[in-house]
C-alpha cells in the first residue's frame, strides 16, 4: 500500500507512519521513503521539514498534486477536523482507498455523504477509532458476546485524561477547526460503546463545561446514554485531569468486567471479570493497535473483510458524540438520528 499522508499532523509522525511501515512486506523507510509516499501540508515549510523528519520522498502543498500520482493507493486523513470532508471527497473521486481520523466530518449529513461517495465509487472508507484494534477491548467484547456476564445492565467508561501541551492548540480555541473533548474524546467512547455491546444508544442527556483548558469549546463533558437493549451508559471525557486514570465497568446480570488503564493509544492496562465464580484476570496480547488497524485496513481494500472501523462507524459515532453535545447545550434529552445508509 503506497500511501499518500494528508496533514503534516502528531497522529500520523508519532503512530500512524510507524503502523504503515510495520506491515509485512513494506520498505523500511529512511532515505526510499518506505511506503509513504508524500506528505500533503497547507505549508510549503512545513510540508518539507515533516518530510525530511520522516523519511518522505514528497511533499505537496495541493492535495490534488498528490492524488494526480498514479503510484499511490490510499489516502491517510489527519488534518483538523474541518478538512476531512473535502480531502476525502476529493481523494474518493481520484480513486483512492481512504482512512480517515475522527471525527470524520463536522457534521452528520456531511459525514454520510462521504460514506455515500466511496461506496458508489468501489473505494474503501475507513475511520480511525483505534481502541477497536486493542486486544483488551477485542477480549471484553467477546466475553460480553459469550454471555459470560449475562444480560448487560449498564456500562461506565471513564476517560479523562489530562490532555499534553504539544496537543492543546486548536483542540482547546478553535471551535471551527472541530476542536472541544466532545468530538476529540466522546466521538472515541461512543464508537467504543457500540464496539463492546453491539447495540446502538437511542438517546443521550448530557453536560458540559470548560474547566480551565477550554476556551470557546468545552474540556469536559458527562452524559448518560439509553441503550437500545434498555442497558444504561455513563461516559466522562475531559482534558484537564492529570491523575484520574482511565478504563470501564460493564455490569451484567451474571457478573460485571472491570478495565483500567484501557482508554490509550498503547496496549496497556487490564481486564478483569467478578462473577459468582470470583474474580480472574483476563488475558490480551500487547499488539500495537495502530499496526493492526492498518492491516485490517489494508486486507479490506484487497476484499478480505472489512476494517475495524467503516465509514459507517464514523458517522455513527459523530451522530452520538454531536448528541451528547446537542444534549448538553439544550440541556434537553436527544434522540439520536442516524443516517440510513
Ligand atoms: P496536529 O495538531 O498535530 O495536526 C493537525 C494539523 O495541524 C496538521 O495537519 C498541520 O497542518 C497543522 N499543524 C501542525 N503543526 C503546526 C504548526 N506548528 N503550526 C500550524 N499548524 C500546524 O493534530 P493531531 O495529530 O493531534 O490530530 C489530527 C487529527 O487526528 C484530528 O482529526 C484528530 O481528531 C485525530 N487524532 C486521532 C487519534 C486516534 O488515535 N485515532 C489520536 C490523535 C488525533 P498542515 O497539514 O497543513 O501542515
Redesign the pocket.
Known amino acids: 500500500m503506497r500511501w499518500i499522508v494528508?496533514?503534516?499532523?502528531?497522529?500520523?509522525?508519532?503512530?500512524m507512519i510507524p503502523a504503515f511501515r510495520a506491515q509485512a512486506g513494506s520498505q523500511t523507510g529512511g532515505e526510499a521513503g518506505g511506503d509513504v509516499r508524500c506528505?500533503?501540508?497547507?505549508?510549503v515549510e512545513?510540508?518539507r521539514d515533516?518530510a525530511a523528519r520522516h523519511g518522505i520522498p514528497h511533499a505537496d502543498t495541493d492535495l490534488a498534486t498528490a492524488l494526480a500520482d498514479p503510484e499511490t493507493d490510499a489516502v491517510y486523513?489527519?488534518?483538523?477536523?474541518e478538512?476531512?470532508r473535502d480531502q476525502a471527497l476529493a481523494a474518493i473521486a481520484a480513486g483512492k482507498h481512504v482512512l480517515c481520523?475522527?471525527?470524520i466530518a463536522m457534521t452528520v449529513a456531511d459525514a454520510a455523504g462521504m460514506v455515500l461517495a466511496a461506496r458508489k465509487a468501489g473505494v474503501t472508507f475507513a475511520t480511525?477509532?483505534?481502541l477497536r484494534c486493542s486486544a483488551s477491548h477485542r477480549a471484553i467484547r467477546a466475553l460480553v458476546a459469550s454471555g459470560r456476564i449475562g444480560r448487560v445492565l449498564s456500562m461506565r467508561i471513564f476517560h479523562a485524561v489530562h490532555l499534553p501541551p504539544?496537543?492543546q492548540?486548536?483542540?482547546i480555541d478553535n471551535p471551527a477547526a472541530?476542536g472541544g473533548v466532545i468530538?476529540?474524546i466522546t466521538v472515541?467512547d461512543a464508537d467504543t460503546v457500540r464496539f463492546l455491546l453491539g447495540e446502538e444508544p437511542v438517546s443521550v442527556v448530557g453536560a458540559m463545561s470548560a474547566s480551565g483548558m477550554g476556551q470557546g469549546v468545552e474540556d469536559s463533558a458527562m452524559s448518560v446514554w439509553q441503550m437500545a437493549s434498555g442497558a444504561m451508559v455513563q461516559s466522562h471525557e475531559s482534558f484537564t485531569h492529570p491523575f484520574a486514570g482511565s478504563g470501564l465497568e460493564i455490569h451484567g446480570s451474571e457478573g460485571s468486567i472491570f478495565a483500567t488503564g484501557v482508554m490509550t493509544?498503547k496496549p496497556l492496562g487490564r481486564v478483569e471479570l467478578v462473577t459468582a465464580r470470583g474474580r480472574e484476570d483476563i488475558p490480551f496480547a500487547a499488539t500495537d493497535?495502530?499496526t493492526t488497524g492498518v492491516a485490517e485496513f489494508i486486507a479490506a481494500t484487497k476484499g478480505a473483510g472489512r476494517p475495524a472501523a467503516t465509514g459507517e462507524d464514523g458517522v455513527k459515532s459523530l451522530a452520538i458524540a454531536l448528541a451528547v453535545r446537542e444534549a448538553a447545550a439544550s440541556g434537553q434529552r436527544q434522540t439520536i438520528h442516524y443516517p440510513d445508509l
Do not use: C
Open positions: 494528508a496533514g503534516a499532523s502528531t497522529i500520523a509522525a508519532e503512530y506528505v500533503v501540508s497547507a505549508s512545513r510540508g515533516y486523513i489527519s488534518t483538523t477536523n478538512k476531512h481520523e475522527k471525527p480511525n477509532h483505534h504539544h496537543l492548540g486548536w483542540r472541530g468530538p476529540d472515541h493509544q493497535l495502530y
